[in-house]
T-cell receptor, first 114, second 114 residues
Framework: NAGVMQNPRHLVRRRGQEARLRCSPM?????VYWYRQLPEEGLKFMVY????????ESGMPKERFSAEFPKEGPSILRIQQVVRGDSAAYFC????????????FGQGTRLTVV | AQSVAQPEDQVNVAEGNPLTVKCTYS??????LFWYVQYPNRGLQFLLK??????LVKGSYGFEAEFNKSQTSFHLKKPSALVSDSALYFC????????????FGKGTSLLVTP
């Protein structure tokens, strides 16, 4: 959905570098999800945030990955010391509050680690 | 725990014929069920959802899905397929007894041939 903006669309990083992925939710949406899509696999839940609060991070790898959604500005997914296995498409989705609400997805950031 | 199964990696159908993309789920509470479609190099687009009420849900682009509680299924259907329907389809579930994670199936590739 064009309303959820992710940048960059493509990101190339060398092993050991840091990757920062940004997501601006749709206007009026207060929560965001981050998902990872690996080749030949489905979408894997990573984290669910509202502004200034992590609600559910049960899908986040224990090391090197972190996410934030500050009061002002986009949500950031940060991957430190990237490895080749981090190469994937990372999708952000925004929702209005409530479990029953559909999530609106951005076009994703395709991370390639070389 | 919640999970989603899409038993078919690929579904082939001729244009004009009805199509069905299968989805079964497993949750501990009541399910919120969703279907999304993904076109190449794009994010996911919401098609339809079941929260409560009528078991037959109508969504975008002529798609519909039927919630069957006894079979724990939520198959996606369309009476007459179009070539432009060719895409990757994802079923997703959110368990009312669990957190906020929206769990996706691995996806089914739909190919509609002229």
């Amino acid at each position: 959905n064009a309303g959820v903006m992710q940048n960059p669309r493509h990101l190339v990083r060398r092993r050991g570098q840091e990757a920062r992925l940004r997501c601006s939710p749709m206007k009026g949406h207060s929560h965001v999800y981050w998902y990872r899509q690996l080749p030949e696999e489905g979408l894997k839940f990573m984290v669910y945030l509202q502004k200034e609060n992590i609600i559910d991070e049960s899908g986040m790898p224990k090391e090197r990955f972190s996410a934030e959604f500050p009061k002002e500005g986009p949500s950031i997914l940060r991957i430190q010391q990237v490895v080749r296995g981090d190469s994937a498409a990372y999708f952000c989705a925004s929702v209005v509050t409530g479990r029953e609400a559909e999530a609106f997805f951005g076009q994703g950031t395709r991370l390639t680690v070389v | 725990a919640q999970s989603v199964a899409q038993p078919e990696d690929q579904v082939n159908v001729a244009e004009g014929n009805p199509l069905t993309v299968k989805c079964t789920y497993s949750v501990s509470g009541n399910p919120y069920l969703f279907w999304y479609v993904q076109y190449p190099n794009r994010g996911l687009q919401f098609l339809l959802k079941y929260i409560t009420g009528d078991n037959l849900v109508k969504g975008s682009y002529g798609f519909e899905a039927e919630f069957n509680k006894s079979q724990t299924s939520f198959h996606l259907k369309k009476p007459s397929a179009l070539v432009s329907d060719s895409a990757l389809y994802f079923c997703a579930v959110r368990d009312t007894n669990s957190g906020y994670a929206l769990n996706f199936g691995k996806g089914t590739s739909l190919l509609v041939t002229p």
